[in-house]
């Protein structure tokens, strides 16, 4: 009989599988592709790092067989990854990861649950219709060249040498531009992308050509709206949709389908 528990440190192989698993080849544009993975699992399971991570692992006979990762903010449950083994899907172990992760948490019926899809997980978004969660939003991931530079110009640089430290251990790692006293959160992915999620830094030629400066064989990956988002030299590799319902509303669709499957 399928169980559900709390995830350890000695889980750490088999959730960074899973992921990876999950992702496929559009993990190379998040923290998922990056080579210090199963380090930065570890930590979260840990408790080392803020935002923490919850990990909750769903079990037959011992063995781990899926996989769900959770965040609670300002109210909000939001489900970051969820994730089963090919053999026991459709049998009722991604609706005993949800209703695990609602239980550990507890939110109010009215407290927001949200999650975030690929466009083309036709499975994930069937299944989420299914459980009464509908589209909130659309993203575009896209790749662009930087324009070349000969200097960092008036831009300002927080935090490289912590997140170089960062950078080795986990493969990425964080900086902050400050430029004309607005601050700008950029992100670095293994050796191949800068990424943000600022459609402001876009318009910014100062920033473009200090990241250009840091690190010229780096591209630029940004993760807007459609409407935020300039397409001009940019290159489309994904498209995301956030899902999201009320938690009452969640645990009601979890319910009938569990009841579905006698669980």
């Keep these: 009989m ?4 709390l995830a350890t440190p000695d889980d750490t192989r088999f959730i960074a599988s899973c992921l990876q698993q999950l992702l496929g080849s559009v993990r190379r544009y998040t923290i998922v592709g990056c080579a210090g993975l199963e380090n ?11 935002p923490n991570s919850t990990f ?12 769900s990762e959770w965040r609670m903010t300002e109210g909000r449950v939001h489900l970051n990854h969820i994730f089963v083994i090919s053999q026991r899907r459709g ?7 949800l209703r695990e992760g609602l239980r550990h948490f507890d939110p109010s019926g009215d407290a927001l649950f949200s999650v975030d899809s690929f466009a083309d997980n036709r499975r994930a978004s069937d299944w989420y ?15 662009r060249p930087l324009p070349t530079a000969a200097s960092l110009g008036d831009v300002h640089v927080d935090g490289l040498v ?3 430290q ?26 191949e992308y800068f990424r943000t999620t600022s459609a402001a830094f876009l318009k910014t030629p100062a920033g473009l050509s200090a990241l ?10 940004t993760i807007l709206a459609d409407d935020d988002e300039p397409t001009s030299g940019a290159i489309e590799v994904a498209r995301s949709i956030r899902y999201q319902t009320t938690c009452g509303h969640l645990r009601s669709g979890l319910s009938a389908t569990l009841q579905a499957v006698g669980s």
């Design 40 to 50: 930065h699992i570890r930590d979260l399971i840990r408790g080392d790092h803020q």
């Design 212 to 221: 250009s400066r840091l690190d010229p064989q780096r591209k630029l990956l």
């Design 166 to 191: 960062r950078h080795r251990q986990f493969g990425f790692s964080q900086i902050t531009l400050e430029i004309d006293g607005k601050k700008y959160e950029i992100g670095r992915l293994g050796e």
């Design 91 to 97: 049998k009722g172990a991604g609706s005993m990861l």
């Design 129 to 143: 219709a299914s459980l009464g969660l509908t589209p909130a939003f659309g993203r575009s991931w896209r790749v």
């Design 56 to 67: 909750i692992l769903c079990t037959d006979g011992g063995a781990a067989c899926g996989v």
């Design 2 to 5: 399928p169980s559900t528990r």
């Design 162 to 164: 912590e997140a170089n």
